[in-house]
């Protein structure tokens, strides 16, 4: 088999990877990089010839994985796009998210590359998308051989897909993003227990160790604590979210403790995409039971738009929980915002429950000491840190040693490392090295081709 990362750089960004199996040719993902911008944010789809592609393998809907899809699709129009039957819902309302953002992107930033696709396209991706039901096997045939490809829940979001690929006698299995803890709105992930030949695993949280003492129980207490003890005070707390996935996560987490009269009295304000996919989530919960969520979880928390009147430096004068996109604190977001108008005041918190990549500002911020000094750059403001900036592992990502875990059960020959930071790559080779007898482990050079 060959594999090559399309990805520009060893990192969680644009994600996308080309699999030569046989004749059979497969991109697995087409991702965005959330940190760059214009083609920069793009894989390198100079080294996947003109109406080769076989199939497109998509994991989940998260822009990272996703985001370029349209993009690589133009020139791949033979290609069968497969993926889960919730991200057959999700895909195209993300892509016309990401297609309206770069008109914004365009306008602000003067970006003369954006929109990278248009609606057209768009809708021929949606036309060309294929429903993989979780477990059912699939097989497909090229030049009188077969393929089977069959999809696994990973938990992580709605939708997200671990795939087993059976060619000949070899078994690949590729994790994509994945979470075996179970959520409030999602089971966690449901895999085959292998062996197989070879396994292709996340990284992400390679260099982030977690407490022995922490549970997601005992974080998902220490959040609602926080808030609490914010309201008590007269404060706001700006809960930074992914808009899929996290935002409707942590609602389900704050409808669960205000049913058990945990949480306190308050205003809850939400906006943007993640409010919209409030409809889409009750409607493949109603279609398919595969996520324990309902619309009138948001109605039973009184959950309010987001007012726009709101300047750095100024306090917030409606007091509650803000929780809002994006996760980062990526500028030019609600979450951004909100976060210049908290940030100076002692009676006010922000609480992260997710990955923060170290170079946004969300990163930058956890790495803020108290009274210390932070930038808001998009918005020309300056100012202490005064709220109380906490973190909370409630992350979409399994946890480093369960990965090493169901990598050791696997057994497998050979295991491909992606999709995570140069740490947490490392750690993981030398976890596995250590721990698998003869294993090979391959940390793909972006844009080189290598065998496995």
Do not use: W
């Given at each position: 088999m060959k594999v090559i990362d399309l990805s520009k750089a060893q990192d969680i960004g644009a994600s996308s990877m080309l699999l030569e199996i046989g004749p059979f040719r497969i991109l697995v993902d087409s991702g965005l990089h959330p940190k760059k911008e214009g083609k920069?944010?793009?894989?390198?789809?100079?080294?996947?010839?003109?109406h080769t592609l076989d199939y497109i393998i998509l994991t989940h809907c998260h822009l990272d994985h996703l985001g370029s899809l349209p993009l690589v699709f133009r020139k791949q129009k033979q290609a069968k796009i497969l993926t889960s039957i919730p991200s057959m819902t999700l895909a195209p309302r993300m892509l016309r998210n990401s297609y309206q953002v770069m008109l914004r992107q365009k306008e602000d930033g003067n970006i003369a590359e954006y929109p990278l696709y248009t609606r057209m396209d768009i809708n021929e991706v949606e036309r060309a998308l294929i429903a993989m039901p979780y477990g059912e096997v699939r097989s497909f045939e090229k030049m009188g051989d077969k393929i089977e490809i069959t999809f696994y829940s990973s938990g992580h979001i709605p939708g997200a897909a671990g795939c087993l690929l059976e060619y000949k006698h070899r078994k690949i299995f590729l994790t994509g993003d994945v979470l075996f803890e179970e959520q409030c709105t999602l089971p966690g992930a449901q895999f085959p227990e292998g062996p197989f030949?070879?396994?292709?695993?996340?990284?992400?949280?390679?260099?982030?160790?977690?407490?022995?003492?922490n549970t997601r129980t005992t974080e998902i207490n220490r959040l609602i604590e926080m808030i609490n003890h914010t309201i008590d005070r007269n404060g706001s707390c700006l809960i930074p979210v992914f808009a899929l996935g996290r935002m409707q996560e942590i609602m389900g987490v704050l409808h669960a403790a205000k049913l058990a009269g945990k949480l306190r009295e308050c205003a809850i304000f939400c906006s943007g995409l993640g409010m919209d996919l409030v409809d889409y989530f009750e409607d493949i919960a109603k279609?398919?039971?595969?996520?324990?969520?309902?619309?009138?979880?948001?109605?039973?928390?009184?959950?309010?738009?987001?007012?726009?009147?709101?300047?750095?430096?100024?306090?917030?004068?409606?007091?509650g929980i803000y929780l809002l996109s994006s996760g980062m604190l990526v500028e030019r977001t609600p979450s951004y915002l909100v976060a210049s108008?908290?940030?100076?005041?002692?009676?006010?918190?922000?609480?992260?429950?997710?990955?923060?990549?170290?170079?946004?500002?969300?990163g930058?911020?956890?790495?803020?000491?108290?009274?210390?000094?932070?930038?808001?750059?998009a918005l020309n403001y300056v100012c202490k840190v005064r709220a109380t900036v906490e973190k909370f592992d409630l992350t979409g990502h399994a946890e480093r040693d369960e990965l090493l875990n169901f990598a050791i059960k696997a057994s497998p020959r050979a295991i491909v490392v992606t999709h995570g930071e140069a740490k947490a790559r490392e750690w993981f080779m030398k976890a596995?090295?250590?721990?698998?007898?003869?294993?090979?482990?391959?940390?793909?050079?972006?844009?080189?081709?290598?065998l496995v």
């Open positions: 920069d944010a793009v894989p390198n789809f100079s080294l996947i010839k003109a030949d070879t396994l292709i695993m996340e990284t992400t949280r390679g260099n982030t160790p977690r407490n022995s003492e279609k398919t039971g595969m996520i324990h969520f309902r619309k009138r979880m948001v109605r039973q928390l009184k959950i309010r738009a987001l007012k726009k009147e709101i300047y750095p430096g100024e306090d917030l004068q409606e007091k108008a908290l940030i100076n005041h002692h009676h006010n918190s922000i609480c992260f429950v997710g990955y923060c990549d170290p170079d946004t500002p969300g930058i911020l956890q790495n803020t000491v108290q009274e210390g000094e932070f930038i808001f750059k596995l090295d250590a721990s698998i007898q003869s294993v090979k482990v391959i940390n793909p050079v972006p844009e080189k081709e290598c």
